[in-house]
DNA sequence: GACCAATTGAACTATCCCGTACAATTGGAA
DNA sequence: TTCCAATTGTACGGGATAGTTCAATTGGTC
């Protein structure tokens, strides 16, 4: 008779097998951003976010705390990548018409190449901006894009290109809202008119659009 | 000695109490959309909703048949209202200009006085659109909004004062986002920029500047 | 008044789902 | 090697949650 081994072989991952925490907080992160984008915060399952990872629930809670804790860490860096975008930017270089093209054209695109963003702003407003509010990493007053306008608006205003009058705030709303409502609406509005945004054909002839609208808004 | 009644005079509501379907269905429907609009679609709670209610949650599933339908009835009593709204303008009354202009005032304050109703679509294009796909209540194509700009653009084309090229439904689109946007994305705008965009002094001017920035679009 | 279909109430269930207890393993410091 | 703190796996608990069961009540019709 043969009595069953007292440890019964408990398998390793491989060999020698060498942890890596940030390794792991990518992955749960990566994972956890496609679902919170696809499901929203409450329709999101931990579960199913453990269990697309390659680890277990219980690296979530070590390394995140809790779900909120998670969906937290996924928007900050939703918005630390597009405030590297916005850095990248160099419209000084730039005479202001060009500026201004430049900047709505760069906006449209990074908004339709990364609707998981605009998905997350959705449902952070669906929230209120509850977590943006609370977070610590996400400087809450952010007036680097503002003053990037206004710095472009008054050279524009010296050279007598554009018209007199404009907050800086207000071109950039106009712009955001060109650039996010054929993304955030683009299921509703395939359903309502039939059209759809995400088509290339469609996109292309919206961004000239929109390039074109906030140019006449500025110009003289 | 007297015996307990029979039945222990369960109470009735009222001496004498008539049904009334339409007002429990009218009742639950209100409940149900406040709660929608304030946590998703995920969020909400059907116990809540009927807790909210004069009625029991029984009631919620003998109307509604189950959550999705309950959502389902709020979403179609949302467009519905909107459409009865968009009928009520009468821009062929109106020279082009004015047309245009009075078409982006009432669609902005209608956006600015109806949050629900933007928070209900935030909420569908979250869910992909998916239930006013398989609504049998909402016809799918809506195009008398885009037909009612088509018109007008077409009178403002004969005129003269509108310039050639423009796609009623790129118009269209311009004005909703114009219009959507400040509602849809106000909470996170106000943690971003510190600012209240529901605010009186900041909504009119909002609303001037969409105004001017569409007839700056279609005009001449 | 009797009967039936529409409506309503109260308690219940099965499941889902977030979070935790506890033990085990690992890497590195001494 | 030894030991400790940082990680990680397994199994489970407790409460929330959508939806149901079953019977009772009601209003209208004959």
Redesign the interface.
């Known amino acids: 008779m043969v009595t069953a081994p007292p440890v019964p072989a408990k398998r390793r991952k491989s060999a020698s097998w060498t942890q890596d925490p940030e390794g792991v907080r990518r992955d749960i992160l990566a994972v956890a951003r496609a679902e919170f984008v696809e499901?929203?915060?409450?329709?999101a399952r931990v579960d199913e976010i453990a269990a697309k990872t390659s680890n277990s629930k219980r690296m979530i809670y070590y390394y995140f705390g809790d779900k909120e804790g998670l969906y937290r860490a996924v928007l900050e860096e939703a918005y630390a990548r597009i405030r590297t975008f916005e850095r990248s930017l160099d419209l000084a270089a730039l005479p202001p018409r060009e500026a201004i093209a430049t900047l709505t054209g760069f906006t449209f695109d990074y908004h339709a190449d990364n609707p998981d963003f605009v998905?997350l702003?959705?449902?952070?407003?669906?929230?209120?901006?509850r977590h943006?509010?609370t977070s610590t990493k996400i400087s809450?007053?952010?007036?680097s894009a503002?003053d990037m306008i206004r710095e472009v608006y008054e050279r524009g205003l010296a050279e007598g290109v554009f018209r007199e009058g404009l907050?800086p705030?207000?071109i950039?709303?106009?712009i955001?809202?060109?650039s996010?409502?054929?993304v955030?609406?683009?299921?509703?509005?395939?359903?309502?008119?039939?059209?759809d945004m995400a088509a290339p054909a469609a996109r292309e002839?919206?961004r000239r659009?929109a390039i074109?609208?906030v140019l006449?808004?500025v110009c003289r």
């Open positions: 499901n929203g915060l409450s329709g998905r702003v959705m449902i952070e407003n669906i929230h209120h901006a943006l509010a809450v007053l952010n007036l503002i907050d705030i207000d950039h709303l106009t955001s809202a060109l996010f409502y054929n955030s609406n683009q299921a509703s509005i395939r359903q309502v008119f039939g059209h002839r919206r659009s074109e609208t006449r808004m």
